[in-house]
């Protein structure tokens, strides 16, 4: 129960975040290290994520699916570059039921595998493609420093994997699933993210191209909230995914495989949180308005819970999502508090003059105190509500937004200005050849990596220096430390 304030953002972000997470009731530590326990609040969040997901994934022509947790540990070893890069982080079963098993089995820290393995199997001709798929699961990778939401062993996502037959329709899928994300990343959690093209060192294992959408966190640092990978035929040929054309000829698909995890809940708390808690976007909030009865007595209690009662049915009626705090034990204050700290983006508080005037008390949670605070009539309420809850997401969109543009800058002037942007926390966008030698030495001069090389390019079609060798590179990139 949230009473006790958190740690404010300015004198320790991390115990901030740690704090509202546990707070809030999203989510708790596990007895085993490095998993955690989604809470039903947190869970319901996830969910209003799923559903935004979900709903685009259909509309873009996909079917969800579902394929099995253990992978034969041959699977793995098919792609040279995918087993490299996940060996560390493997689950390995190598005991079943009491015996040894003949082969491991490993426990998915991706399905890429897996899938193409059924794929080859489904596909035969051209009129077999495209293949949309998507699997709703949990995945795991052995990770040592873990953190809730942000970095956990085991954690929920959706993994799309699409066949096609041409590159050129795979590389149009990819990009497709990267502007979804974006498109719900925006529009839904209210996170102005940067859509672009991940660098060789930085893509996936297995993958020709990566791209991805990255967010910025209240404290500057860059979080990575979503994943879009052009794998060309790497896992076509590793799995014999083929079909034959429309002139008989055989030939080998070109897949693609997109993801977005339980993080993005961690991003939706490090972006609008503030020192009273979570601040949700209603469109993803469990609760978009809960209502405070108010009464002194047993007398006025009637008359408030009859009128909080019918307009917690009107509200829901009209499509609201409602909670009603109804708790007798707390007082008013408290209750106030405690939903603030669970980022409800509205408040409506009625006592017995509020009954007696037939209106209520609208508290907005992105507007603190009296400012956000007014008296509405009963008459025409539902549209009120919905007014101030748009006004609400576009407010949290703007802030999130402003927040991040002030902490944007193209760095022209050389290294020394570069590397000073991103120790103090913000992002720097400028040219970069993309060379391995030029990554490391920011990771080893900043502690960060490039995040990515915007679709939407500040020069289109120009050239500059490297800002890190000099060496001409055709495009900028942001460098920023990150989750
Ligand atoms: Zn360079």
């Not at 995040?451 to 990139?477: K, S």
Request: glycine fraction near 8%; hydrophobic fraction near 40%; include cysteine.
């Amino acid at each position: 129960m949230a009473q006790q304030g958190v740690t404010p953002q300015s004198e320790d972000f991390s115990r901030w975040y740690t704090d509202v997470v546990q707070k809030a009731d999203l989510a708790d530590y596990s007895p085993v290290r490095g998993c955690m326990i989604i809470k039903p609040y947190g869970y319901e969040l996830w969910e209003g994520v799923k559903g935004g997901l979900d709903r685009r994934f259909k509309a873009t022509g996909h079917q969800n699916a579902y394929f099995p947790l253990f992978i034969p540990e041959s699977f793995l070893k098919k792609e040279a570059e995918h087993v490299e890069g996940f060996s560390p982080e493997l689950a390995v079963v190598t005991i079943g039921g009491g015996k040894v098993l003949e082969e491991p089995l490993i426990v998915r820290p991706t399905s890429e595998t897996i899938i193409g393995w059924a794929f080859q199997k489904w596909i035969q001709s051209y009129r077999d493609l495209p293949l949309l798929i998507n699997q709703w699961a949990n995945v795991v990778r052995w990770e040592l420093r873990t953190r809730l939401f942000l970095r956990t062993m085991e954690f929920l996502w959706q993994e799309g994997h699409t066949a096609h037959a041409t590159h050129e329709d795979a590389l149009a899928e990819t990009m497709r699933m990267l502007g979804v994300y974006a498109d719900f990343a925006i529009n839904d959690a209210a996170i102005p993210v940067i859509q672009g093209r991940k660098s060789s060192q930085e893509r996936f294992a297995g993958a020709l191209s990566s791209f991805s959408i990255e967010a910025m966190m209240r404290d500057g640092k860059a979080l990575q909230a979503g994943t879009s990978h052009d794998l060309g035929q790497n896992f076509a040929k590793a799995f014999e995914i083929q079909f034959t054309d429309e002139s008989n000829g055989l030939q080998h698909c070109w897949t693609t495989s997109w993801g977005l995890s339980t993080r993005m809940v961690g991003a939706i708390v490090m972006t609008h949180g503030d020192d009273q808690g979570l601040r949700l976007p209603p469109k993803l909030a469990p609760f978009q308005v809960v209502i405070v009865p108010i009464f002194r007595d047993e007398a006025t209690r009637a008359a408030v819970m009859a009128t909080v009662e019918r307009i917690a049915a009107l509200l829901v009626e009209g499509g609201i999502r409602v909670k009603v705090d109804d708790r007798d034990n707390l007082s008013p204050g408290f209750k106030y508090n405690d939903w603030e700290m669970r980022g409800v983006p509205l408040r409506m508080e009625i006592g017995p003059k509020d009954v007696a005037n037939h209106g209520v008390a609208l508290a907005r949670r992105d507007i603190p105190g009296k400012e956000g605070k007014r008296f509405v009539s009963q008459d025409g309420l539902v549209s009120a509500v919905r007014e101030t809850l748009d006004a609400i997401q576009a407010n949290l969109l703007a802030q999130a937004t402003q927040f991040r543009d002030s902490r944007l800058h193209k760095v022209t002037s050389g290294y020394a200005d570069f590397i000073d942007v991103i120790q103090r926390g913000e992002w720097a966008l400028a040219w970069f050849c993309g060379g391995k030698a030029c990554e490391e030495r920011v990771k080893d001069d900043a502690q960060a990596v490039s995040r990515n090389f915007p679709l939407d390019q500040p020069h289109p079609g120009e050239h500059g220096p490297c800002v890190i060798c000099g060496t001409e590179a055709q495009e900028m990139a942001y460098f920023a430390k990150a989750y």
